[in-house]
């Protein structure tokens, strides 16, 4: 069992109860395994059937077992109510406030061209506004900017510090670039501070990625829902029809360090270059 590979104990197991229908030791190990790939119904079924075909000195191992599946299945209960719960009382009387974070955003950037203003300005309103609905439930709000090589780069953000780079196709981002669909993901066993529910808003310009909107909370999973998801996708949508070419000033600046380039290194050498290769022709020339 210390290798953790549960299904082929619970397979051995299987082959041995069909054998030995009441061997309580492999009941005891296949419920193990069971309770370990959170397949509670049935762990209970084998620790319950362990018990009664056990001899009394090995029931008091089996029974310190069996109370860490019935902790396990109440700590998921409890899991349960408190996602359902969060989602009962946070959706309530917050439609307006949706609606109104896209058409507040709009406002706030109609007629601004400079896209580090635009996406600035997009971060600052969601994380404020995600922030009332979900009672300060969100930690970071950010925008990742696509890179050549494939890896996202911290960009805007606001929040807690953000991982300054993704490595290509790595993570929530992977998937949600792959499958071009924005993506809501929970984590029930994350550590502490690390992200519980997270939700990722893939941005493509002609059809090339080039950014994602992503928003996290450490609090605790199903901070997301569908209705996060319609409006993400409507601000996604505005960062997709914004100017993502590099600015007429740092174009300018491009081509001025190229012609200094140009002029200061590739034609001298040049020069030297066709001096060298026909030094004894210019000899000839000159002794004329």
Known sequence: METKQYNYVIQAATVALNIEPNNFKALKRRAIALRETESYIDSQKDFENALENAPHEERKS????????????????????????????FNKDNKARYSGIVSQIQNSISGESNLIIIKATIVAILHEELNIIKNNQITRTVIY??????????????GKP???????????????????????????????????????????????PTAALYIDSTSLPGVFNETDRDVLIQVGKLLQGCNWSPPAQLVSSRLTNFNQFLVFT???????????????SIKKLVYL
């Open 62 to 89: 089996i029974l310190t077992e069996f109370a860490k599946l019935k902790k396990r299945s109440q700590s998921q209960e409890r899991d349960s109510q408190d996602k359902q719960l969060y989602q009962s009382i």
């Open 145 to 158: 900017i696509v890179q050549p090589n494939g890896d996202l780069l911290l960009g805007p953000f606001q």
């Open 162 to 208: 953000a991982t300054q780079r993704i490595l290509k196709g790595t993570g929530i981002f992977g998937t949600a670039f792959k499958k071009r669909d924005c993506i809501i993901s929970d984590s029930k066993g994350a550590p502490e501070n690390f992200p519980k529910s997270e939700i990722v808003v893939p941005i493509f310009v002609k059809g090339k």
């Open 266 to 280: 590739i034609v001298p050498t040049l020069g030297m270059f066709i001096l060298y290769f026909f030094r004894s």
